[in-house]
């Protein structure tokens, strides 16, 4: 084989594998479903409106389940975390889509925190919120984490996928947290339309009872900045 055949044949190799890799970026894109069941492809090609109100709709129904679970360790006020009303970064969450970046997807996250009287942090604090998890038929991950100072942590995922996560400390504040899904979408236009329809001086409470939490303002609410 010539010289001049060796590199026509290379180069026709490296157009192939070039080729390839492009097709295999844009089926990756259009194919990974997200908890919604929407490739990413799909979901950019909704209106923004509608992302935004599945959104709203996500938000509700994870901050019903929130309350719920808080009230199987106490009624009083619990201390926001995270209000979980604003998008985080899809890659940013405990679990992740392949592809998922910053800015073209997002997940949701609820935390609170509340301070238990004489609580230890032991292993059998753990158990009203892991019988709470068992009436609901979800399997519990039970761990011991933490090296200098550890601490329990009880996981759950609910049907609609959103995982539970409740952490018991020896300092007496146990964290109940939940994770959405991650989910395709514009995460910087989402919140950009969602602090449109917020007060200027919107910050959140500082604690509140469960159930008590931060609207998620309409998509037809009136547009405030």
């Given at each position: 084989m010539t010289r001049r055949l060796l590199r026509r044949v290379l180069a026709g190799l490296a157009?192939?594998?070039?080729?390839?890799?492009?097709?295999s970026g844009?089926?990756?894109?259009?194919?990974?479903?997200?908890?919604?069941?929407?490739?990413?492809?799909q979901a950019e090609s909704l209106p923004l409106e509608e992302q935004y109100e599945f959104m709203r709709g996500r938000y509700e129904q994870m901050q019903q389940e929130?309350?719920?679970?808080?009230?199987?360790?106490?009624?009083e006020p619990w201390i926001?975390?995270?209000f979980g009303i604003n998008p985080d970064p899809g890659n940013t969450a405990p679990r992740q889509l392949v592809g998922a970046g910053a800015d073209n997807s997002y997940h949701l996250q609820i935390s609170?925190?509340?301070e238990v009287p004489e609580g230890q942090g032991a292993r059998d604090d753990l158990k009203p919120m892991i019988e709470h998890f068992d009436s609901l038929g979800l399997q519990t991950s039970v761990e011991k984490r933490g090296d200098t100072e550890t601490w329990w942590v009880a996981e759950a995922v609910t049907d609609e996928g959103n995982l539970f996560?409740?952490?018991?400390?020896?300092?007496?504040?146990?964290?109940?947290?939940?994770y959405s899904p991650t989910f395709w979408g514009d995460r910087q236009e989402l919140a950009s339309a969602l602090n449109e329809r917020q007060p200027a001086d919107w910050v959140g409470p500082e604690s509140s009872a469960p159930g008590d939490y931060a609207s998620f303002p309409r998509w037809s609410d009136n547009v405030t900045s």
């Open positions: 157009a192939t594998l070039a080729a390839v890799l492009v097709l844009c089926s990756m894109k259009g194919s990974t479903m997200d908890a919604a069941g929407r490739t990413q492809t929130f309350a719920d679970a808080q009230k199987q360790i106490s009624d926001w975390i995270s609170a925190s509340i996560v409740y952490r018991v400390q020896g300092n007496g504040f146990y964290n109940l947290s939940l």
